[in-house]
């Protein structure tokens, strides 16, 4: 009878040292991703076939507890839920190209960096806010490029030292095609109404996606003297 | 001879000060990361919500920031968007002045500063009128650098914004009229048997809320050999045109089948619902697979063959 006791006792012991607590798996994830089923407020899960499974959520889908709650809230990508963060960078913030000398084009690069791991992609456009203007209110025009076939939606070809101008080119991952060859294009003006255009974008996920801008600008021996300067602005946007 | 000695040695002292203590110029980058990326809400008239967002600067510098709510329509088939920047924008989209945040010293449109390596949550709120009418409304909630003060050289002053999409049905009973058009469901009538064939489904919203088609493809072949492809449910938005993607093994893809060799007909069925798993909607298409490259490859190698023995032939015959 002792004996029995005390194995019980052991027993309850062994028991509630091994016990896990019991958790509802609500996710899967690898090194880009998490996969969430979330359970909101009504039965969620795999919906399987033999042919075919598909990770659902139902909840909220209700009429009636629509009509109850008066809403209701997805936030993120549902189906595939990124564990990376939505991230822009931009190498340089100031783009410099100190004293300008006549008929010799001046470059200098910075590169953009976008992070994205939900569905849907990513886009990031530039415009500028104005072309290169001084204080006294002379402008550098946007280029036209050596055959004057390029302007803020079409690159061209700018190589030669007779053409001047303020432009800029891209290269490296998820940039739009049409910069290579020495290609170059105007910023779209926001003071012209131009619509910003899209530098990088992709329908796929990525750590790190990197591209170059390459600005470019060269003067007519008429332009006047001054300090020239405008904003660049990068628009980075996930999809929908 | 002394004056010559003291510029010298001044020269050289001051050369020798500006080398040691010369400050190296380094480049001022800057890192904005935000979530959550997206935000899908279907409310009623005259009701309202917060969601919380989490603004951070992961770079080395403190940013001057501030934020905006802009519209966006759809642009492209692939996702992509375009803001509307028009000053009078919220003239126009009255839906704008819904929008505001709850944050206790932070309004929408202040300024704030968000330290390196820092972060700023902002809670939105959305309020609805009650006498909103039933419909879609997208928009975009920006944050911003104000850009630095020009420097004494010629040059551009780089600006970043980073935004997250908002998608808003308001609805007073849950169930706005959903519906959707297949614009196109392409698929190649003769691929080589070493080939990877791709589907091309482009889908257009002509329901009055935004939408996404659930369902898979499935490629059967003559042995009734099964390739199934789960199609990604991304957003389709109201008069707007997608193209799906598929997923496979986490990621979003072009719908196309991982085979390694197809031989025959293969019959190619797409079936969605809209929100939901169904077999509402239905595309139906057939391809042919052949090993044309494997032929073309013996045919030539016959014809080597042929002609070299050929050659063998009227040379063995002349001596």
């Not at chain 1, 007779?162 to 998820?174: C, I, K, L, P």
């Not at chain 1, 131009?194 to 470019?216: C, F, H, P, W």
């Not at chain 2, 002394?2 to 050369?15: D, E, G, P, W």
């Not at chain 2, 969601?51 to 759809?74: C, H, R, W």
Request: with cysteine; proline share 5%; net charge neutral.
């Amino acid at each position: 009878m002792k004996v029995n006791w005390l194995l019980l006792i052991i027993f309850i012991l062994l028991f509630s040292l091994a016990a896990k607590p019991v958790l509802a798996q609500s996710s899967v994830s690898s090194d880009n991703y998490e996969i969430t089923w979330p359970n909101v407020n009504m039965g969620a899960g795999l919906p399987t076939s033999s042919s075919y499974k598909l990770g659902v959520t139902t909840g909220q889908n209700a009429p009636g507890l629509y009509t109850s709650t008066g809403y209701k809230i997805r936030a993120g990508f549902q189906y595939i839920h990124s564990i990376i963060p939505f991230r822009f960078s931009i190498s340089d913030i100031s783009i410099a190209f100190g004293t300008l000398t006549v008929g010799t084009p001046k470059t200098e690069n910075n590169i953009l960096t976008v992070s994205f791991g939900a569905a849907g992609g990513y886009q990031v456009t530039a415009q500028e806010n104005k072309p290169l203007t001084s204080d006294a209110n002379d402008t550098i025009a946007d280029t036209t490029c050596d055959a004057s076939d390029c302007d803020e939606s079409d690159a061209g070809v700018w190589t030669l030292d007779t053409t001047y101008g303020f432009g800029y080119s891209m290269s490296g991952n998820d940039v739009p095609g049409g910069f290579s060859g020495g290609k170059y294009k105007q910023f779209a003006d926001t003071a012209a109404a131009e619509s910003a255009q899209i530098v990088m974008s992709s329908l796929n996920v990525g750590r790190d996606r990197q591209a170059t801008v390459t600005y470019k600008v060269n003067i007519t021996n008429i332009q006047a003297a001054g300090t020239y300067g405008n904003i660049i602005t990068f628009i980075a946007t996930p999809s929908y | 001879m002394k004056k010559v000695f003291i510029t010298t040695a001044s020269f050289l002292l001051f050369t020798f000060y500006f080398l040691l203590f010369a400050i190296s110029a380094n480049a001022q980058s800057l890192s904005l990361a935000i979530s959550p990326p997206l935000l899908e809400v279907m409310i009623q008239p005259g009701k309202s919500i917060t969601q919380v967002y989490k603004l951070s600067n992961p770079g080395e510098i403190d940013l001057a920031m501030t934020s905006k709510i802009l519209p966006f329509s759809p642009q492209g088939e692939k996702g992509e968007i375009t803001l509307d920047n028009r000053p009078n924008n919220t003239l126009t989209n009255q839906y704008l002045t819904w929008f505001s945040f709850q944050n206790a010293n932070l309004a929408l449109g202040d300024k704030f500063l968000l330290k390196a390596g820092g972060e700023q949550e902002v809670v939105l709120k959305l309020k609805v009128p009650g006498n909103a009418p039933e419909d879609d409304y997208y928009a975009t909630l920006l944050f911003e650098t104000l850009p630095s003060p020009f420097s004494d050289q010629s040059g551009a002053q780089a600006q970043a914004k980073i935004g997250t999409n908002l998608l808003l049905t308001v609805s007073r009973d849950g169930q706005p009229p959903r519906k959707a058009e297949i614009i196109e469901f392409k698929v190649p009538k003769i691929i080589d048997s070493f080939d990877r064939p791709h589907f091309l489904l482009r889908l257009k919203n002509t329901g009055r809320s935004f939408l996404k088609p659930m369902g898979i493809i499935t490629v059967t072949g003559w042995f009734e050999q099964k390739y199934i492809l789960e199609l990604l449910p991304e957003n389709i938005l109201v008069d707007s045109l997608r193209q799906i993607q598929c997923q496979s093994e986490d990621n979003p893809q072009p719908c196309r089948i991982n085979s390694k060799f197809l031989l025959g007909r293969y019959q190619v069925k797409a079936e969605f619902g809209l929100d939901q798993l169904s077999e509402d909607y239905l595309a139906e298409a057939t391809f042919f697979a052949l090993p044309i490259k494997l032929i073309l490859g013996l045919v030539i190698t016959a014809a080597i063959f042929w002609i070299v023995r050929f050659k063998l032939v009227i040379d063995k015959s002349l001596f």
